[in-house]
């Protein structure tokens, strides 16, 4: 089994500033892509940002110039650093992990942190 274990979430104003982390466990050969992607209450849930193995990165248009991904593959984790937070970033924040395990080719997810940003 593959576990994502995510942390750094929590209550911030706005303009401000949060590091969300997540690390892959369990039997990983590899790990594609890793992502962030959130829900706000009411929404359906939306790709944030990814980046590849080889470091590509995407993100959505939302976080452009505000968000940085970065992995660090040595240890199967991902960050979402979010600068100049706004109050429409308040969401539950999942990490995604496509790994090649001893299970095969996976699409995994964390269980959720939630990120809210007063105004």
């Known amino acids: 089994q593959v576990q994502l274990v995510e942390s750094g979430g929590g209550l911030v104003q706005a303009g401000g500033s949060l590091r969300l982390s997540c690390a892959a466990s369990g039997k990983i050969f590899s790990i594609a892509v890793m992502g962030w992607y959130r829900q706000a209450s009411g929404k359906q849930r939306e790709v944030v940002a990814q980046i590849s193995g080889g470091g590509s990165t995407n993100y959505a248009d939302s976080g452009k110039g505000r968000f940085t991904v970065s992995r660090d593959n040595a240890r199967n984790t991902v960050y979402l650093q979010m600068n100049s937070l706004k109050p429409e970033d308040t969401a539950v924040y999942y990490c995604?992990?496509?790994?090649?395990?001893?299970?095969?080719?996976?699409?995994?997810w964390g269980q959720g942190t939630q990120v809210t940003v007063s105004s």
């Open positions: 995604n992990a496509k790994c090649h395990s001893g299970y095969g080719l996976g699409d995994y």
